[in-house]
C-alpha cells in the first residue's frame, strides 16, 4: 500500500519483533489517539526517535506491564505513518482487554498544546486506518473516550472522529474520475442543445423580434435542424 509522506517500520525504528500478543480475531476498527500531555512541535527528523522514547517510556511502565509499545500504529504530526506493535497484533492502549480486543489503535503525535488538526495528519490517519484494515481491522473508527473515561483523543481530533472525515474510502473532493468527466460533458451538451439560448432566424416561420418572446429564441437542436436542412437545399440546387 501507498503512504503519502511514508511508512516508517520496525526495522527503520531499529526495534525487534514485537513481543506483544497476537490478535486472536478481528477487530471492529480503530481507536484514535492523542498523547494526552503536551506535544513538542518539531521538524520531522525528531520523530523517529521521538517515538522510540514513548516506547521506552511503555516498557519501562511496570505498573502496566507492556510488552511493546502500546499502540498499533502512529501518525506523526508530519502526516507519516509509524509501526508500533504493527498489523496482526494485539494494542494494548485502549483500557482494558476487552475494549483492546475489540479495537485496534493510531496514535497521533498530537498533544494538549494542538488545537487544529493538519491535512497531513488526517491524510496520514486515513492511511494508517487502511493499513490496518489488510490485517483484519473493521469499519469502525471511534476515539479512545468512546467507552473509556479519557479525554483522548481531544476535541480537535475526536471532531474528526466523528465528522467521517479519516474513512480511508472517501475520496478527495477534487478526485473526479473519467466516468464523472463523462456524465458532466454529456449534461453540459444536452443544457446547450435544449434550452433556449439562441437567436432564431428572422426568416423562422414563426420568428418574432420581441427579446422577450419565447418565438424570438430557438434551441440548439432546432439551430442544426435549421442548418442542416438549409445545407442540403443548397446542395441539391448545385447538383
Ligand atoms: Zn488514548
Ligand atoms: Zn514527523
Not at 197 to 202: E, G, M, R, S
Not at 218 to 233: E, I, K, P, Y
Request: hydrophobic content about 30%; aromatic content about 8%; proline content about 5%.
Amino acid at each position: 500500500m501507498k503512504f503519502s509522506k511514508g511508512f516508517i517500520s520496525r526495522k527503520d525504528l531499529g526495534w525487534p519483533a514485537s513481543a506483544a500478543p497476537l490478535k486472536t480475531k478481528k477487530t471492529l476498527g480503530v481507536k484514535v489517539h492523542y498523547e494526552g500531555t503536551r506535544s513538542p512541535v518539531r521538524d520531522h527528523s525528531y520523530c523517529k526517535g521521538y517515538w522510540s522514547g514513548i516506547r521506552n517510556s511503555h516498557l519501562a511502565n511496570k505498573a502496566e506491564g507492556y510488552s511493546d509499545v502500546a499502540y498499533s500504529l502512529a501518525v506523526c504530526r508530519h502526516g507519516y505513518v509509524m509501526e508500533g506493535r504493527g498489523v496482526g497484533y494485539r494494542t494494548g492502549a485502549n483500557g482494558n482487554q476487552t475494549l483492546n480486543a475489540n479495537h485496534d489503535s493510531v496514535v497521533v503525535l498530537y498533544g494538549t498544546n494542538d488545537s487544529a488538526v493538519s491535512a497531513e495528519v488526517v491524510q496520514g490517519l486515513k492511511e494508517a486506518i487502511q493499513y490496518l484494515r489488510t490485517g483484519g481491522s473493521g469499519t469502525e473508527i471511534k476515539g479512545h473516550r468512546d467507552g473509556y473515561p479519557t479525554l483522548c483523543p481531544g476535541d480537535p481530533l475526536y471532531a474528526y472522529v466523528k465528522n467521517g472525515k479519516l474513512n480511508p474510502d472517501l475520496k478527495d473532493d477534487d478526485d473526479v474520475t473519467p466516468a464523472d468527466i463523462n456524465k458532466i460533458a454529456d449534461a453540459v451538451v444536452d443544457r446547450l442543445l435544449s434550452a433556449d439560448k439562441f437567436t432564431a432566424p428572422k426568416d423562422a416561420a414563426d420568428y418574432s423580434d420581441d427579446p422577450k418572446n419565447p418565438r424570438h429564441y430557438w434551441t440548439g437542436r432546432s439551430v442544426f435542424a435549421d442548418l442542416v436542412t438549409r445545407v442540403r437545399s443548397i446542395d441539391k440546387k448545385l447538383k
